[in-house]
């Protein structure tokens, strides 16, 4: 025989708590649309931000940036603009996370086909670890203050490597 485990909320709660999801997954366009990512080469040549659905919002170039010449600049914007979306990614997620619950926030995940950068390659952490750090992020950006003073939500994950590869591109930051 299978063993049930009661629900320690109730009826009212688990509705309130599914509206409460329902009218967050109508939110996700204004979320993708809000949350920005900003990338920089390492000679700050190039920057470019895009929204959260990889909508160019500021392609900047400086005006010696013709001397790498049309191939190498060209790749050179597409990295860094790769770099900026998985920026403006992990922070749509760090925003949708908490309101809509990791399981449907990774459905979403799956459906869209832009897994969470923070996800791609944790360098061995445990699930657990990484649900620590992000809760811990999420707080300090909730208006905790660090150790430096107020933590000021730009989208930035220090926790994920693959926001920018480091050889060749750095964050805003």
Known sequence: MTEREPVERSTRQLIEDGRARQQALAGVDTVLEQVRGTATDNHQSVRVTVDGRGRLVELWLRQDAVRWGADQLGRLIVLVA?????????????RLAPVLGDGLTYAIEQLSGRPAPARRDTGGITAEEFQRRRDERLRRADGEVSRRGPVVDDGFDPDDPLSFDLSTLRSDR
């Not at 790769?82 to 760090?94: H, K, L, V």
């Open 82 to 94: 790769e770099a900026a979306m998985d920026q403006a990614t992990q922070a749509a997620y760090n």
